[in-house]
């Protein structure tokens, strides 16, 4: 399974971004998925995950941080999931990562790195004030 993450840039305070990540190697219909981000010297910090409920239906949570800016989707079709970054902040620049998991996520531990079992490489996403 591998994990490709691309869309980040340098953007201004304000601007938005859409990140995509495409999965390859296994199907993410059932997989759970998750947003991370991680600044030079500083710990992983967790954005936004999806959950597979059941059917067709999945659960999305948000960090604090991030929450009624970032939206996180997915589209199963195209094996791909996405973050939109809307009135972003200086605070919000890392490298953000995708993660999945071959497995229900907990959602009790849903911002918990060690859940995840794959990750993408990264992509620079830089907010200038």
């Not at 840039?9 to 190697?25: A, E, K």
């Not at 199907?27 to 995950?49: D, M, N, S």
């Amino acid at each position: 399974v591998q994990l490709q993450a691309s869309g980040g840039g340098l953007v201004q305070s304000g601007d938005s971004l859409r990140l995509s990540c495409v999965v390859s190697g296994r199907t993410i219909g059932t997989a759970g998925l998750g947003w991370f981000r991680q600044v030079p010297g500083k710990e992983r910090e967790y954005v936004a995950a999806s959950r597979y409920v059941s059917g067709r239906a999945y659960n999305t949570y948000y960090a604090d941080s991030v929450k009624g800016r970032f939206t996180m989707t997915r589209d199963n079709a195209r094996n791909t999931v996405y973050l939109q970054m809307n009135s972003l902040k200086p605070e919000d620049t890392a490298v953000y990562y995708c993660a999945a998991r071959n497995g229900s996520l907990i959602s009790s531990r849903i911002g918990d790195w060690v859940q995840y079992d794959t990750w993408g490489q990264g992509t620079l996403v830089t907010v200038s004030s």
